[in-house]
């Protein structure tokens, strides 16, 4: 796994094999940035869009194609190399899939007729295709995006992760959504549950209760619980318990504050209710954590 400067902007690279590569591209900042690779035309990408806006410029600068959040674009021309020229907004998050035409066909080969473009009349065709991407999705990109793991399983991690995306991008079946949740069919309740996920990070010094919650953004408490779990694979408090974890142990990372701060920040009180909660999840105390880094 590396971190790539090219010609403007980083971003982190993840080999998954020969010709198969993840890019992770991540733009906290207040100004827009921009980020350029070599792609030629033996590639097929997949760019997913986890939060805020990026547009791809082609032709120097000629044509572009803008990509909000919770969105796709898919790039194939056999006729045409489509290096990467990425202008990512500010706090911007995009993970992109890169991997050769050939590999491409081999995670496919027994079910080539079932992707559009795998077809014979439409191998040397150009293809782009944007459209929003499932919460499912959204949820893998999350973990691609934000893991706490030993640095010898980073890539393989990585790994599992991309062939689920890409599993899950053409999984089109309508059917399989609706037998797994008929509740998720409605995209206003979507939104709802998402709105609600906000609004826990945004109090989670002090969230409400379920039942405050589920008057809040309009929807009974089972279609609530049911539908953040369906969403978020995991119950609302659990969801902040793991969110407020993580905010702590990046604040702790900064140097800037200390245990008692950054148990405020999340919610607790005292510091050795914070600390009791750093340990179930981490398994070490914030002191301990902070000291294995600066070992590290």
Not at 29 to 39: D, E, G, M, S
Not at 42 to 56: E, P, R, V, Y
Not at 159 to 165: A, D, P, Q, R, S
Not at 180 to 203: G, H, T, W, Y
Request: one cysteine or more; charged letters at 25%; proline letters at 3%.
């Amino acid at each position: 796994m590396n971190e790539k400067n090219v010609a403007e902007g980083s971003f982190n690279e993840v080999l998954i094999e020969d010709g198969f590569y993840v890019l992770k591209i991540q733009n906290d900042t207040t100004h827009i940035q921009k980020v350029t690779r070599a792609i030629d035309s033996s590639f097929i990408q997949f760019h997913f869009c986890l939060k805020g806006d990026a547009k791809f410029v082609f032709n120097e600068g000629r044509y572009a194609l803008e990509v909000s959040e919770e969105n796709s674009l898919l790039l194939y021309n056999t006729q045409l190399d489509l290096p990467l020229n990425l202008e990512l907004n500010q706090n911007s998050w995009l993970v992109s899939v890169v991997m050769t035409i050939r590999k491409f066909h081999s995670l496919f080969s027994k079910e080539a007729d079932y992707i559009p473009f795998l077809s014979v009349k439409n191998k040397d065709k150009k293809y782009y295709t944007q459209e929003g991407f499932s919460p499912a999705i959204a949820v893998i990109l999350s973990q691609m995006m934000n893991y706490n793991l030993h640095p010898s399983i980073k890539e393989l991690y990585i790994k599992g992760k991309v062939y689920e995306l890409i599993s899950l991008y053409f999984n089109k079946s309508s059917d399989a959504d609706i037998e797994q949740c008929p509740f998720l069919v409605d995209e206003d309740n979507v939104q709802r549950i998402r709105r609600a996920k906000e609004i826990m990070i945004s109090r989670m010094a002090e969230p409400p209760t379920l039942a405050e919650l589920s008057d809040e953004i309009g929807l009974s408490l089972k279609k609530l619980k049911e539908g953040f779990k369906q969403i978020y694979g995991d119950s609302v408090f659990s969801f902040l318990f793991d969110y407020k974890m993580e905010y702590a142990r990046k604040m702790l990372e900064t140097g800037k504050h200390n245990v008692n701060e950054v148990g405020l920040k999340v919610g607790y009180s005292t510091a050795s209710h914070f600390i009791a909660a750093f340990k179930k999840k981490y398994g070490t105390t914030p002191k301990k954590y902070l000291m294995g880094l600066s070992v590290g």
